[in-house]
């Protein structure tokens, strides 16, 4: 199993090598996107999207809802943790 952890896309940094920045809950990265994109779907469109990413890549489109989902249950799991922690 993986985690892909939602991020939106809000920049094409290199649309010949397919990488862009994605923020991912207020940090920015930089991302390949050649999982996400093709000829229907060409890097310059993907300024907006929503995906996970994983180990620097973005692995696929999800839709807002998605994302916010994800991201609150993933708090929701960081705060249980510290927790436990304590």
């Given at each position: 199993?993986?985690?892909?952890i939602?991020?939106?896309?809000?920049?094409i940094?290199d649309?010949?090598?397919?990488?862009?920045?994605?923020n991912?809950?207020?940090?920015?990265?930089?991302?390949?996107?050649?999982?996400?994109?093709?000829?229907?779907?060409?890097?310059?469109s993907?300024?907006?999207?929503?995906?996970?990413v994983?180990?620097g890549f973005?692995?696929?489109?999800?839709?807002?809802?998605?994302a916010?989902e994800?991201?609150?249950?993933?708090?929701?799991i960081?705060?249980?943790?510290?927790?436990i922690?304590?």
């Amino acid at each position: 199993m993986c985690l892909g952890i939602p991020g939106q896309i809000v920049e094409i940094s290199d649309a010949n090598q397919k990488l862009a920045i994605v923020n991912i809950g207020g940090v920015k990265r930089q991302v390949n996107i050649a999982c996400i994109v093709d000829e229907q779907h060409p890097p310059e469109s993907c300024v907006g999207d929503w995906v996970l990413v994983h180990v620097g890549f973005a692995m696929n489109r999800i839709n807002e809802q998605e994302a916010a989902e994800t991201l609150k249950l993933l708090e929701e799991i960081a705060l249980a943790q510290a927790e436990i922690s304590n």
